[in-house]
C-alpha cells in the first residue's frame, strides 16, 4: 500500500496557484528519513553522507539537508558551482566523477573538495592540471560482487573504478607524491533491496582497506560506501530497514577493522535516491483519454519530467488522487505527449476509471526525477514545489518557459536583410 503525502483537497488547493504539472517534496518526509538514517550510524564518530546531488539538484531540497550535516557529492562542474554557490566547501564536498574533464579537476581542488579517483591514470592527470592534495579517495572496482542488478550491471562491465591490482601501485604512487590520507569507495549496485547491501560491501573494502594498509602503509581515513539503497517503488515491496543497516555495517567495522588497530576509520555515503525518492512525487492532470487498440490515458506531462519509465522501464505506481479507495476497474497505458512511444508513465496498469481532469499522483519521483528531465520534441521541465512541515507549499524551481529553450539558439545573421 503507497499512500500519497498530499490529499486531493491539499492538490487542488495547491493547483489553485501552481498548475500542474509540477514536482512537489515533503520536507517532513525528507527530514525524518534522513533523521533516522543518521541514527544507524551514529555509532561512527566520524560518519558523514554526502548527498548525491545529481538526484535532485535543487538548493531548496540540498540545504534540507546540508543544515542538518550532509556534505555534496559531486560529479560535474556546474554541480561544483551549485555547492559553492550554497557555501559547501571543502572537505564537505566528494567529487566523485568519471572521464573528468581538466576544468573540474581544478574547481574541485580549488574548493578542496575530496577527490574521488575513478582510474589510476587520473593521478598522473590530475598532478598535472591540479596538483595532489594531502587526502585522497580511489574507486574500486573488484570485477565480481555478489549483489548486482541491472541498472549497474556486473561489476567487471562497468565502467568505474581501479582494479584490485591497481589500487595497490596506486597507493604506492600516491604515497611517493606526498599524500597522507587515503579513503576508498565502491558502488556496486543500484536501488539495492536487501539490508545486506551495505554491509556486504563495507567488509569488501574494509578487508581491501586492511591489506592495502599492510602493503603499502597508507594511512586509511575513511571508507566511502557511496549510493545503492533503494526504495520500494512496488507497493507491495517492503522498505529497508535503516537501523539494520548499520547494524550490519557497525558488526563487519568491528570484526575487520577494530582488530587491525583501524578505529578511526571514517565511515561516508553518497546516497540520493535512499534520501529523496519517496519524499518526491510529480502530479500531472489527464487531459485525453483514448480507446483504440488499448484504453490510454493522457497527461500534461512527460518523460521529460520523469524519464526512468522510459529509460529503464522503471516502475513507479501511480495514485488518481481522490480515487486511492475506489476499485481499480480499467487497464490503461497512462502516457505522456512526446512522439516517442516510450512515453509512458505505467504500461497495462490496472486503475480507478479515470475521468478528465483528474489528479495523477506519481510516486516516487523525487530522486533522479526532474533531475534527469530533458527538453527533447521541445518540451519544457515541470518546476519545483516544497511542503513545509507547516503545511505552507513554496515554488524551489519555476517550470522552464520558452525564454529558457530560446536562451542557447543562435537566429543572428540567418535572415539578415541584403
Ligand atoms: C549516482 C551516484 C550516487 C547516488 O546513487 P543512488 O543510487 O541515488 O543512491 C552516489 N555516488 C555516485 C558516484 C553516483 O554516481
Same mark, same amino acid.
Given at each position: 500500500?503507497?499512500?500519497?503525502?498530499?490529499?486531493?483537497?491539499?492538490?487542488?488547493?495547491?493547483?489553485?496557484?501552481?498548475?500542474?504539472?509540477?514536482?512537489?517534496?515533503?520536507?517532513?518526509?525528507?527530514?525524518?528519513?534522513?533523521?533516522?538514517?543518521?541514527?544507524?550510524?551514529?555509532?561512527?564518530?566520524?560518519?558523514?553522507?554526502?548527498?548525491?546531488?545529481?538526484?535532485?539538484?535543487?538548493?531548496?531540497?540540498?540545504?534540507?539537508?546540508?543544515?542538518?550535516?550532509?556534505?555534496?557529492?559531486?560529479?560535474?562542474?556546474?554541480?561544483?558551482?551549485?555547492? @559553492?554557490?550554497?557555501?559547501?566547501?571543502?572537505? *564537505?564536498?566528494?567529487?566523485?566523477?568519471?572521464?573528468?574533464?581538466? @576544468?573540474?579537476?581544478?574547481?574541485? *581542488?580549488?574548493?578542496?573538495?575530496?577527490?574521488?579517483?575513478?582510474?589510476?591514470?587520473?593521478?598522473?592527470?590530475?598532478?598535472?592540471?591540479?596538483?595532489?592534495?594531502?587526502?585522497?579517495?580511489?574507486?574500486?572496482?573488484?570485477?565480481?560482487?555478489?549483489?548486482?542488478?541491472?541498472?549497474?550491471? @556486473?561489476?567487471?562491465?562497468?565502467?568505474?573504478?581501479?582494479?584490485?591490482?591497481?589500487? =595497490?601501485?596506486?597507493?604506492?604512487?600516491?604515497?611517493?607524491?606526498?599524500?597522507?590520507?587515503?579513503?576508498?569507495?565502491?558502488?556496486? =549496485?543500484?536501488?539495492?533491496?536487501?539490508?545486506?547491501?551495505?554491509?556486504?560491501?563495507?567488509?569488501?573494502?574494509?578487508?581491501?582497506?586492511?591489506?592495502?594498509?599492510?602493503?603499502?602503509?597508507?594511512?586509511?581515513?575513511?571508507?566511502?560506501?557511496?549510493?545503492?539503497?533503494?526504495?520500494?517503488?512496488?507497493?507491495?515491496?517492503?522498505?529497508?530497514?535503516?537501523?539494520?543497516?548499520?547494524?550490519?555495517?557497525?558488526?563487519?567495522?568491528?570484526?575487520?577493522?577494530?582488530? @587491525?588497530?583501524?578505529?578511526?576509520?571514517?565511515?561516508?555515503?553518497?546516497?540520493? *535516491?535512499?534520501?529523496?525518492?519517496?519524499?518526491?512525487?510529480?502530479?500531472?492532470?489527464?487531459?485525453?483519454?483514448?480507446?483504440?487498440?488499448?484504453?490510454?490515458?493522457?497527461?500534461? =506531462?512527460?518523460?521529460?519530467?520523469?524519464?526512468?519509465?522510459?529509460?529503464?522501464?522503471?516502475?513507479?505506481?501511480?495514485?488518481?488522487?481522490?480515487?486511492?479507495?475506489?476499485?481499480?476497474?480499467?487497464?490503461?497505458?497512462?502516457?505522456?505527449?512526446?512522439?516517442?512511444?516510450?512515453?509512458?508513465?505505467?504500461?497495462?496498469?490496472?486503475?480507478?476509471?479515470?475521468?478528465?481532469?483528474?489528479?495523477?499522483?506519481?510516486?516516487?519521483?523525487?530522486?533522479?526525477? *526532474?533531475?534527469?528531465?530533458?527538453?527533447?520534441?521541445?518540451?519544457?521541465?515541470?518546476?519545483?514545489?516544497?511542503?513545509?512541515?507547516?503545511?505552507?507549499?513554496?515554488?524551489?524551481?519555476?517550470?522552464?518557459?520558452?525564454?529558457?529553450?530560446?536562451?542557447?539558439?543562435?537566429?543572428?545573421?540567418?535572415?539578415?536583410?541584403?
Amino acid at each position: 500500500m503507497k499512500t500519497p503525502f498530499i490529499t486531493l483537497e491539499k492538490a487542488r488547493e495547491i493547483t489553485k496557484q501552481f498548475p500542474t504539472p509540477f514536482h512537489i517534496y515533503d520536507e517532513k518526509g525528507i527530514i525524518e528519513n534522513l533523521e533516522r538514517f543518521k541514527a544507524a550510524f551514529s555509532w561512527n564518530k566520524g560518519f558523514r553522507e554526502y548527498f548525491a546531488v545529481k538526484a535532485t539538484p535543487t538548493p531548496g531540497i540540498i540545504k534540507l539537508l546540508t543544515d542538518r550535516g550532509c556534505g555534496t557529492d559531486c560529479s560535474s562542474l556546474t554541480e561544483l558551482m551549485l555547492s @559553492e554557490k550554497m557555501g559547501i566547501t571543502g572537505e *564537505r564536498i566528494m567529487f566523485s566523477s568519471n572521464a573528468t574533464p581538466p @576544468e573540474e579537476f581544478v574547481l574541485a *581542488r580549488k574548493l578542496g573538495a575530496i577527490i574521488n579517483l575513478d582510474d589510476i591514470t587520473h593521478i598522473d592527470f590530475l598532478e598535472r592540471v591540479a596538483g595532489l592534495p594531502e587526502t585522497i579517495c580511489c574507486r574500486y572496482n573488484p570485477g565480481v560482487f555478489t549483489i548486482s542488478n541491472s541498472i549497474m550491471d @556486473e561489476p567487471s562491465n562497468a565502467k568505474y573504478g581501479f582494479t584490485r591490482p591497481q589500487l =595497490s601501485e596506486g597507493f604506492k604512487t600516491l604515497l611517493s607524491k606526498g599524500v597522507k590520507h587515503f579513503g576508498l569507495h565502491a558502488f556496486l =549496485s543500484s536501488n539495492t533491496s536487501t539490508e545486506e547491501y551495505y554491509p556486504t560491501l563495507a567488509r569488501e573494502l574494509f578487508k581491501t582497506a586492511v591489506e592495502l594498509k599492510k602493503e603499502t602503509g597508507a594511512h586509511i581515513s575513511f571508507i566511502n560506501l557511496s549510493g545503492g539503497i533503494g526504495i520500494p517503488y512496488y507497493p507491495d515491496q517492503a522498505p529497508n530497514d535503516i537501523a539494520l543497516i548499520g547494524e550490519g555495517v557497525k558488526k563487519a567495522y568491528e570484526e575487520i577493522l577494530i582488530p @587491525e588497530g583501524m578505529d578511526d576509520v571514517a565511515i561516508y555515503t553518497e546516497l540520493g *535516491r535512499y534520501m529523496l525518492a519517496p519524499y518526491g512525487a510529480l502530479v500531472a492532470t489527464a487531459i485525453h483519454r483514448k480507446d483504440t487498440h488499448k484504453h490510454y490515458i493522457g497527461l500534461d =506531462s512527460c518523460a521529460c519530467d520523469l524519464m526512468r519509465p522510459a529509460m529503464y522501464g522503471a516502475y513507479h505506481h501511480i495514485t488518481v488522487l481522490g480515487k486511492e479507495d475506489a476499485p481499480k476497474v480499467q487497464t490503461y497505458d497512462v502516457t505522456g505527449s512526446l512522439c516517442e512511444n516510450n512515453d509512458k508513465f505505467a504500461v497495462d496498469r490496472l486503475l480507478p476509471e479515470i475521468e478528465m481532469g483528474d489528479l495523477i499522483y506519481i510516486h516516487d519521483a523525487g530522486a533522479h526525477g *526532474r533531475a534527469m528531465g530533458y527538453n527533447y520534441n521541445g518540451k519544457l521541465r515541470a518546476g519545483e514545489l516544497l511542503l513545509h512541515t507547516d503545511g505552507s507549499v513554496e515554488m524551489i524551481r519555476r517550470r522552464e518557459t520558452p525564454e529558457d529553450y530560446f536562451a542557447t539558439l543562435d537566429f543572428t545573421g540567418l535572415f539578415d536583410e541584403k
